[in-house]
């Protein structure tokens, strides 16, 4: 039977090769993109490179690396937005001063030719402006600080789906991406995945009640510690005015607000589904990575805003009304 499959394959051997060509071009996997398999490339070298150097059982050498990535990577940030939003907060009473100063002041409302409502407002308005960009250079508060925490979240996703995929699942942000660009690239091909893949010895390097990182925690203690830890985070790093406050605020500002309590419950609906979607199959290794990365981020923000910003902000100013009596008038008066 082979002989006779051979002399066929001799017969025609250009039908063959062509599909020899054909299952090689349509099977084999094209390259990743450079740049993610550069970011994951980098990020798993360094869990790597960390346990490697502290010679810890992965159980120890895990959290470690989320405590140095957020020391050194996210801290700095997080300093530097926290700063620039106390800034923009001690300016905001002066702001509102000098708005009501302009609106109380004759010569605003009638400086311009025209004395209609819509004139003394535009007016206002570029007063208030004119105020907030002086103060600004003043106070040195930059125009896109707020976008500076999101410089730190690609680095957060690289290292948690690079331990996603030491635990043996390469899906994640980076890896999805990937496949998207090689989708796009080149349709039909079967794209080729990224990461550092399985590493055994997370199954012989657990500790306490989870021996295996590689396995699911079978106690259901670790995704409960995880969706405590996000809560707190969550209740310590997202500030809210009291209910009492925000019945009180004007309707703009009460819409603001209200927007921000409900993001913030149903974040905290997120951290109950997460606890429950890790206590079905999520490895141990995965979760104690984010829990040495969550517990951390709470820690930083408590104590920067406990001693860095530990002052008490600027207040509105206040009309205040000296009360004096005629006797004392009479007595200054010149003779």
């Known amino acids: 039977m ?9 017969r025609r051997p250009h039908i063959a090769s062509r599909r020899a060509f054909q299952q090689t071009r349509h099977f084999h996997p094209t390259k ?25 059982p992965w159980a120890c050498s895990l959290p470690l690396t989320a405590v140095l990535v957020r020391m050194m990577i996210s801290m ?20 509102q001063s000098w708005k009501v100063f302009y609106q109380k002041n ?7 030719n025209s004395t209609t409502p819509e004139a003394a407002m535009k007016y206002l308005v570029v007063n208030v402006k004119n105020k907030q960009k002086q103060f600004k250079q003043e106070f040195n508060i930059y125009r896109y600080w707020k976008a500076a925490n999101l410089i730190q979240l690609p680095v957060w996703l690289a290292f948690m789906d690079s331990v996603r995929n030491m635990c043996g699942d390469d899906r994640g942000f980076w890896p999805f991406l990937n496949s998207v660009l090689q ?34 925690d079978p ?37 603001n607000e209200v927007f921000k309590v409900a993001l913030k419950h149903f974040l905290y609906g997120l951290a109950i589904y997460l606890g429950y979607a890790a206590s079905h199959g999520m490895p141990a290794a995965f979760m104690i990575y984010w829990l040495g990365s969550t517990n951390l981020a709470t820690l930083q923000t408590y104590f920067l805003d406990k001693y860095l910003l530990s002052g008490s902000p600027l207040k509105s100013w206040k009309k205040i009304h000296v009360g004096y009596s005629k006797p004392a008038l009479k007595a200054l008066a010149p003779k």
């Open 2 to 10: 082979r002989a006779l499959n051979s002399i066929r394959s001799l």
């Open 32 to 56: 990743p993109t450079p740049l993610i398999a550069e970011v994951l490339d980098i990020s798993s070298s360094a869990i790597y490179g960390i346990h490697s150097l502290t010679g810890l």
């Open 219 to 255: 106690t259901g203690v670790l995704p409960l510690l995880l969706t405590a830890s996000v809560i707190t985070n969550i209740r310590i790093g997202w500030k809210t005015r009291p209910n009492r406050e925000i019945a009180e605020l004007p309707l703009n500002e009460f819409r």
């Open 76 to 95: 700095p940030f997080q300093v530097f937005t926290k700063v620039q939003a106390r800034k923009e907060q001690d300016i905001a009473p002066l702001l």
């Open 106 to 112: 004759p010569e605003t409302l009638h400086s311009t």
């Open 183 to 216: 989708n796009w690239r080149s349709p039909g091909e079967i794209y080729q995945t990224i990461g550092p893949g399985v590493e055994p010895s997370l199954a012989t390097e657990g500790a306490l009640w989870f021996p295996d990182l590689l396995a699911a």
